[in-house]
């Protein structure tokens, strides 16, 4: 199956500072990758829809300013969560549509995901 | 308004015995339908997935799910549980050609006992 990877898989820093996150499809393009955040004991929450060349789009909530979307190629997304804080620590998972598969590519592919902690 | 509902926050089996997870959606359109299952502190792995035509569909693990638009369910099964098996399983619904949203459940905790 199609594969996509996540990095770092773990990540701890300091609260004021930023980290990026890595998605990147191995084996197929993908023109829209989704950016999950998961509570412990919880669903995924989806929080932005990342599109290959043009801006992401945001679910409600979610401050863009805060978390910021590139999709600079067709394999490769990253978010990066500015001025990180304590309440921003949570598990991270992309995923990408793969376009080949499905009627219309609807099946996602998920990361292993990125675990933050902000001391 | 779309969602998914699994009614068993946590199941508890046996090995080797049978299991059931279920799902429930609501989704305006015709639904595409998919099981994922996520070890701990793991990201998510496709089981199963529904499109059309045959509403049982068989997936990895050994595991299948039927669809039954009458009752608006997508419910997973397998018939001999295995110690692997445990972890957290998520039904998801969507996206269709209208949009991106995908609608996760709030997933099953699936404990497997000697």
């Known amino acids: 199956g199609a594969v996509v990877s996540q990095h770092p898989s773990r990540v701890i820093c300091k609260s004021g500072t930023s980290v990026k996150i890595e998605c990147r499809s191995l084996?197929?393009?993908?023109?829209?990758m989704f950016w999950y955040r998961q509570f412990p004991k919880q669903s995924l929450m989806l929080m932005a829809t990342s599109n290959e060349g043009s801006k992401a789009t945001y679910e409600q909530g979610v401050e863009k300013d805060k978390f910021l979307i590139n999709h600079a190629s067709l394999t490769l997304s990253t978010l990066t969560v500015t001025s990180a804080h304590p309440e921003d620590s949570s598990f991270y998972i992309c995923?990408?549509?793969?376009?080949?598969?499905?009627?219309?590519?609807?099946?996602?592919?998920f990361g292993p995901g990125t675990r933050l902690l902000v001391l | 308004a779309q969602s998914v509902t699994q009614p068993d926050i946590h199941i508890t089996v046996s090995e080797g015995a049978s299991l059931e997870l279920r799902c429930n959606y609501s989704?305006?359109?015709?639904?595409?339908l998919f099981w994922y299952v996520q070890s701990p502190g793991q990201g998510l792995q496709l089981l199963l997935k529904y499109f059309s035509g045959d509403t049982l569909v068989q997936g990895i693990k050994g595991f299948e799910a039927e669809f039954k638009r009458s009752q608006s369910s997508f419910n997973l099964r397998k018939p001999s549980v295995h110690w692997s098996d445990a972890a957290e399983y998520f039904c998801a619904v969507g996206p269709s050609n209208t949009g991106n949203q995908f609608y996760f459940g709030t997933g099953t905790s699936l404990t497997v006992i000697p």
């Open positions: 995923s990408a549509r793969d376009p080949g598969r499905g009627p219309n590519g609807e099946t996602q592919y």
């Open positions: 989704y305006g359109a015709t639904p595409y």
């Open positions: 084996d197929f393009q993908a023109t829209t």
